[in-house]
């Protein structure tokens, strides 16, 4: 029942930019922190950025900072990832990860590839 989908992933040329969507159904999306988090080939997963329930406060990786904006929409039970100035680091597997509590969840991620 709980499912998580992210999409928007695809190929993009250094100093690109993509937005990315999760898609929620099946938990009360509006008590859950919504994450980004990222996979390279050979690397661990790393914490991208996240949101708090009602979109108060956002946290972006060092990484990432400045260049990526993480939002969501509870009224769709979506979350989004704005990336911008996209480097070639930035290639990885990109999941959505809700959590509250003890409770976590985790999408299937989405390919993103920055290359000439």
């Known amino acids: 029942q709980v499912q998580l989908v992210e999409s928007g992933g695809g190929l993009v040329q250094p100093g690109g930019s993509l937005r990315l969507s999760c898609a929620a159904a099946g938990f009360s999306f509006n008590i859950y922190t919504m994450n980004w988090f990222r996979q390279a080939p050979g690397k661990e997963r790393e914490f991208i950025a996240r949101i708090t329930p009602t979109g108060g406060t956002t946290t972006y990786a060092d990484s990432v900072q400045g260049r990526f904006t993480i939002s969501r929409d509870n009224s769709k039970n979506m979350v989004y990832l704005q990336m911008n100035s996209l480097k070639p680091d930035d290639t990885a597997v990109y999941y959505c990860?809700?959590?509250?509590?003890?409770?976590?969840?985790w999408g299937q991620g989405t390919q993103v590839t920055v290359s000439l």
């Open positions: 990860k809700a959590q509250n509590g003890f409770r976590a969840y």
